[in-house]
């Protein structure tokens, strides 16, 4: 029975297929219309951005209606539909609407997807159930990834799109098929009561409004007071985690572009980015089995130096030898996406979510959630214009900077842990 219950998430791995890619697609298909990297990074800004309204609204969405297989099915076909609007897109203009309605609509599948577990699971199998959601999201992006390098290599980029809209079908299928119309409904305001929640709900969607008690967002918004903020012990903590994402988004949203603009083709771009998240993936599960490497500090300073200096080599090589970038990155950027992220993301969400305590839990995983999105979307809007005028060496070192900036303010943090 409890197998039973379990079955449906594995629905999502075909939609996290479908939509794995996306992001990297969304960029080689600019350039290949004629855009550049300033559009490239505008779509990916736009994305960022309208993902912040689409989480509140869609989890708002929840809340009032209960009918968990609805709204994800909503998504789903939403995202399929994206497919088909990007095959008959003509120009950059439309291919940053369609991925910003892209980035809307897949956000409605995130609050159901959690609140289900805690709906159907017995809550002594919320761990298991959370971490196998959680790897279902990534092993479908990784398995995107490698059959879009697969396919680009024999068939056009616009083919791909027809691939991937097939597969996000099948997941409409599926999610009708196997999952649950839910019985007991559970409020957002759980994924700020269990660990485990919060964590996989992040790593579907970054952005996460916890529905407040007696207290509407505006009066947070208005009562909030920066300078008070200063002043506690977490500060310090939310400033690095901010860095940290202002140098992600720095990277992350032009490093496709950066690739094809030094000669890589479609297919050797979407296989080193395939072997990064094959690496994150197999650290995922690492992980989860060997807590061991996540239990030191010193791993998790590690972690941030390899990510800052793997970005920074990167930048260096794409200075000094351009012709090796392919080969240098097939080995240097699965350190940095896989290993090194892995790492950071797990050990820092922990670290939040024990520095928070109980005390307005829900109010303080909101502001570290959108922290992160503001940094990403700070990171976006900048990446394209410093590669753009300054070239993608300079932007990448300038987000590796800002990486080992945030391991500064970490240690810190930690450090006064230790003094206590």
Known sequence: ????????????????????????????YILERGGGVIEASIA?????????????????????????RIQILISYIGLSASFIMLYFARSS???IAIYSFNSFIVAAAASPLNLLIMETVPEDLWKIAFSNLQLAGSLGGTIGLGLSFLVTYAIPLKLLIIILFYISLISINLSYILIPETVEKKERKVFALNLHAFISRIFVTPFVWVRLTNESILNTIKNFSFRKFMKTNIFTLYLAIFLFYIGSGLFNTVYPAGLKKVGLSESSVFLVIFLGMLV??????????????????????????????????????????????FYTNLLIYPLAAGIAFSIFYTVSNVMVFESIGNRARGRMLGLYTSLIQIG??????????????????????????????????????LDNNNAR
Do not use: C, H
């Not at 029975?1 to 996290?16: D, E, G, H, L």
């Not at 951005?49 to 609204?57: D, T």
């Not at 994150?280 to 590690?302: D, H, L, M, R, V």
């Not at 976006?380 to 993608?392: K, N």
């Open 1 to 28: 029975m409890q197998k039973k219950n379990m079955r449906w998430v594995y629905s999502t791995i075909f939609a996290n297929i479908a939509q794995g890619p996306l992001s990297t697609l969304v960029v080689l």
């Open 44 to 68: 990916i800004t736009a994305g960022t951005l309208i993902s912040i309204p689409a989480s509140y609204i869609w989890g708002k969405f929840s809340d009032i209606y209960p009918k968990r």
């Open 93 to 95: 203009l439309e291919i």
């Open 280 to 325: 994150q993936t197999a650290t995922y599960f690492y992980i989860g089995n060997n807590k061991k490497i996540i239990s030191t500090e010193e791993n998790f300073k590690k972690s941030l130096i390899l990510r800052g200096g793997s970005y920074i080599a990167i930048g260096l090589i794409f200075l000094v030898a351009p012709f090796a970038v």
């Open 376 to 413: 990403v979307l700070v990171g976006a809007t900048f990446s394209g214009i410093i590669s753009y005028y300054l070239g993608y060496w300079i932007d990448f070192i300038i987000a590796g900077l800002f990486i080992l900036m945030s391991l500064n303010f970490f240690r810190k943090r």
